[in-house]
């Protein structure tokens, strides 16, 4: 039984499309608690950063896992930090690590991007939501220190 399955459910153990209602149910599973948006986007908040969970493409194939680290920097300091995000994402395959403006302050990102167009199998897909999850938050820790 995979970390994110129900007691008593039964995972998907070949290949099926990834939906945001399987990946709201596996994250649910693990009894965190998380929203939907208004475009049906799923949503969470782990360690204060919010994180989504966008499927994208033109058969919403790719599952993209996108957090948003919760302290801020300022928009004067943007380019200050752009140095440490060039030299994070040099040294390590993912997450991939970025900056944008957002309103008066600098937004800084963590994204895990997966092409399932032959579909994934339930603890696959725990895999992949658990490693952009922890993933960005490690990096993000790394950010604060």
Not at 24 to 31: N, Q, R, S, T, Y
Request: glycine share 8%; charged share 25%.
């Amino acid at each position: 039984m995979g970390f994110f399955t129900k007691p008593g459910a039964e995972p998907v153990r070949t290949n099926a499309p990834v939906t945001r209602e399987r990946i709201k149910a596996l994250l649910e599973a693990a009894e965190w608690r998380v929203g939907t948006d208004d475009d049906g986007d799923v949503y969470g908040i782990w360690d204060s950063h919010l994180f989504y969970f966008f499927l994208m493409g033109q058969q919403d194939e790719i599952l993209q896992i996108r957090g948003r680290y919760a302290g801020t920097v300022p928009l004067s300091e943007q380019t200050a930090v752009l140095p440490f995000l060039d030299e994070f994402n040099r040294d390590r395959i993912w997450p991939k690590v970025y900056s944008r403006p957002d309103d008066s302050e600098t937004g800084i990102y963590s994204e895990v991007s997966t092409d399932l167009e032959h579909g994934v199998a339930d603890d696959q897909l725990d895999q992949l939501l658990k490693c952009g999850i922890f993933t960005g938050i490690q990096f993000f820790d790394h950010l604060s220190e």
